[in-house]
């Protein structure tokens, strides 16, 4: 999104108190604008429709729906918002729950303002914002701590929904074409495939192919 134009920026957070105060933090932004604000997801289904945000801001604790849920749900029905959990809990079950959601960032509310409007800015881009706290919980749920969990193939750590996304990605399939296979969206796709690339040390499609490659060989003998 071009600096030019304004993000629009969707709030909810069951306290009052807590969305008069990112109101506030955002106020004197020039290139953010908060086009809206809800105390819970279900009250913001009907104002995300009509006020077109290009993030929205979300607690991960809600009334009724979780964030989470609500985040899954927005996004298939808005896949082009950029969603952001904003919360005080940091656990690394929901750090990988709100990525396979669809999260685009995962954010503590500690963050400092110039933080977190960075991060607002940075999803717009196609980036995933996650405080370094957050990406230190997502490392050690996935490589994990437990000497019984490792295995002499690293594929021994991937579930088999990471192995099928491992196969597309082998014959070539691009990420539409893989959430289209599976059911998924296509950001949630792009997530998982950050996660599995986390867990096997590796940061290309073109290594991922390979390892799938020796893993279909070796089932194979």
Known sequence: MSRSKKIRLYLIDDHLMVLEGLKSLFADVEDINI???????????????????HVMLMDIRLPGISGIEACRKFKEIYPGIKIIMLTSFLESRMVTDALEAGADGYLLKQIDSEQLYSSVRQVTQGEIALTPSATRELVTSIKGNDEHEKSDHPFAQLSARDIRIAHAVSLGKINKEIADELGLNEKTVKNLLTVI?????????????????????????
């Open 35 to 53: 086009c809206g604000s809800s105390t819970s997801a279900e009250a913001a289904e009907s104002e995300v429709a009509k006020s077109k945000p």
């Open 197 to 221: 690339f986390t867990r096997l040390g590796i940061n290309r499609r073109a290594q991922l192919a390979v390892l799938y490659e020796k893993y279909a060989k070796a089932a194979e003998d």
